[in-house]
Nanobody, 123 residues
Framework: QVQLVESGGGLVQAGGSLRLSCAASGGTVNTYAMAWFRQAPGKEREFVAAISWSGGMTSFADSVKGRFTISRDNAKNTVYLRMNSLKPEDTAVYYC????????????????WGQGTQVTVSS
């Protein structure tokens, strides 16, 4: 089983940047596709970004396209979400997720989840 731990959240002013990290352990992490989701207060969880197990494909929600970048460092068993030009509407708890040998299709089911890290963007 894979364990996921997010970090890097915090308070930032609109227009600023943050980099979230998701450290994975307990499995053959380099075979797992990784994704980021977020959930704002009173809202449903929504997809943010994904990277395939090979690292060769990425996908982004329209709301973050052009502002966020997802990457992975398999040597460190870590996936990153670089968030630039942050907006107040990006405020949410961000969750890391993993699925073995997955791509970036929106139908992907993620059996492994982290506990989340809070991102707050002030206006």
């Amino acid at each position: 089983q894979v364990q996921l731990v997010e970090s890097g959240g915090g308070l930032v002013q609109a227009g600023g940047s943050l980099r979230l990290s998701c450290a994975a352990s307990g499995g053959t992490v380099n075979t797992y596709a990784m994704a980021w989701f977020r959930q704002a207060p009173g809202k449903e969880r929504e997809f943010v970004a994904a990277i395939s197990w090979s690292g060769g494909m990425t996908s982004f929600a329209d709301s973050v396209k052009g502002r966020f970048t997802i990457s992975r460092d398999n040597a460190k068993n870590t996936v990153y979400l670089r968030m630039n030009s942050l907006k107040p509407e990006d405020t949410a708890v961000y969750y890391c997720a993993a699925a073995r040998f997955a791509g970036v299709a929106p139908t992907t089911k993620y059996p492994y989840w982290g506990q989340g890290t809070q991102v707050t963007v002030s206006s």
